[in-house]
Structures are given as structure tokens and as C-alpha cells.
């Protein structure tokens, strides 16, 4: 079986790829597997960069084929924040201070200027490959005004979807693929993959 590195920490994103990746033909590994390594410093400018710069040090210090995913929320009466900064909105990882925050700066928005976006850039890195692939997804939606539903991660129970009806944390994982922001960069990139690798 042909190995590949997701190169994440977050639980929620594991999940999305291992259930689209992870079959008879490949191993996903990602970086809960390896808890000792190092905090990569997202240090760009752009999703990218910063998904280029988590690529790059999983591929060279495990010799394989590696996936990072950089992603955020934009809100367009924040002017696009958090943005490249979702992780750290309200300080430190916390989806429930992120969320929080999240409503204080939006108190008293009506619900048509909530208009968000979650956007997904995935960076795929391999050794014998002399440039990344690169592709971007993006969905649409609202900021509800208090949290709903209990799967997903981050900012899913306040990421309300019209045409589902639904949050984002009020669907399955599957579901959640197949309109997600990073289930459209997946499915981006399962066109192109197997044609640019180099094994
Ligand atoms: O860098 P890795 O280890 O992959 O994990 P991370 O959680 O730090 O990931 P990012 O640096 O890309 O930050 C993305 C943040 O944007 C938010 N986010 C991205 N995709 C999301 C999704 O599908 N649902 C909810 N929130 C999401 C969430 O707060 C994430 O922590
Ligand atoms: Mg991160």
C-alpha cells in the first residue's frame, strides 16, 4: 500500500480526508500519528503559503508524499477577518473562544450582511515532483446567531448553509463533503493527482 501524509493536526480535517483518501490502495497518515513533531509556524501571508509551508516540512522530514490543507472563514462585515488568522481568532486553538468572539464582533449585524465564506487551499507535495499541486475550494453561507448542531470542528455550529437549511455542524461528514470549501478542493484535486505524481 502507497503511503500519504496529511500534514494536519486538527482532528476535524483528519476525519474529512481520511474518509475520501483512506481505502484498499492507500495509507493516510497524518500528524496526530506522529504527536512529537514539531509546531510548524504559519508564518505566510496567503492560504499557500501557509498550506506550502506545512507541505514542505512534513514531505522533507518524512520522505513522502504529503497534503496540507490551509483554510479559514471570511466574513464580509469583518472584512474578510479571521481569515488566514481562524485558528487563532480569540488567542490561542479554541473553537468555543473562537466562536464566542465571533458573535461579540458580529452583536447587532442583521442577518443579511452575515454573509461568510470558508475557504480551503490544499498544497499536495511529493519528493520526486518538482512543483506542488495547487487547488482552492470555497462555499457559501451565513453566521447564525448562537450555535447549532454538534459534529464538525471550528466554526461549523455558526456556519448556517441556506440551501441545506442546516449548520455545517448539523451534517454528516459526508454531507459536509460533498459541499464543503475543503471537500471541493478534494474533489479538485482527485482529478489531477494521479496524473502529476511521480511514485
Ligand atoms: O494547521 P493544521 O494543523 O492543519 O490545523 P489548523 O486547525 O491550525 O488549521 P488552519 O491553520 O488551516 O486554520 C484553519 C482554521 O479555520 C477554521 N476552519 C477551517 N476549515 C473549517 C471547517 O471546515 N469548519 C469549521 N472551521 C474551519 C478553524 O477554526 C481552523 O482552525
Ligand atoms: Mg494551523
Not at 490551509?70 to 464580509?76: C, E, M, R, T
Not at 518538482?130 to 482552492?136: A, G, R, Y
Amino acid at each position: 500500500m502507497k503511503e500519504i501524509i496529511i500534514a494536519t493536526k486538527n482532528p476535524g480535517k483528519a476525519r474529512e480526508f481520511k474518509r475520501v483518501f483512506d481505502d484498499e490502495h492507500f495509507e493516510i497518515k497524518t500528524l496526530l500519528d506522529f504527536p512529537d513533531f514539531p509546531e510548524i509556524r504559519e508564518t505566510g501571508k496567503t492560504f499557500e503559503e501557509n498550506a506550502t509551508l506545512k507541505a514542505h516540512a512534513v514531505m522533507e522530514r518524512f520522505n513522502l508524499p504529503t497534503i496540507a490543507d490551509d483554510s479559514g472563514l471570511q466574513v464580509d462585515a469583518l472584512y474578510g477577518r479571521p481569515g488566514i488568522y481562524s485558528a487563532r481568532y480569540a488567542g490561542d486553538h479554541n473553537d468555543a473562544a473562537n466562536n464566542a468572539k465571533l458573535l461579540s464582533e458580529l452583536g447587532g449585524v442583521p442577518k443579511e450582511k452575515r454573509t461568510a465564506h470558508f475557504v480551503s487551499t490544499l498544497v499536495f507535495a511529493n519528493p520526486k515532483n518538482d512543483k506542488d499541486l495547487v487547488v482552492e475550494g470555497k462555499v457559501d453561507g451565513i453566521i447564525g446567531a448562537f450555535p447549532e448542531g454538534d459534529d464538525g470542528f471550528g466554526y461549523d455550529p455558526l456556519f448556517y448553509v441556506p440551501e441545506l437549511g442546516k449548520t455545517m455542524a448539523q451534517i454528516t461528514v459526508d454531507e459536509k463533503n460533498q459541499i464543503s470549501h475543503r471537500g471541493q478542493a478534494i474533489k479538485k484535486l482527485e482529478k489531477q493527482w494521479q496524473d502529476w505524481i511521480i511514485w
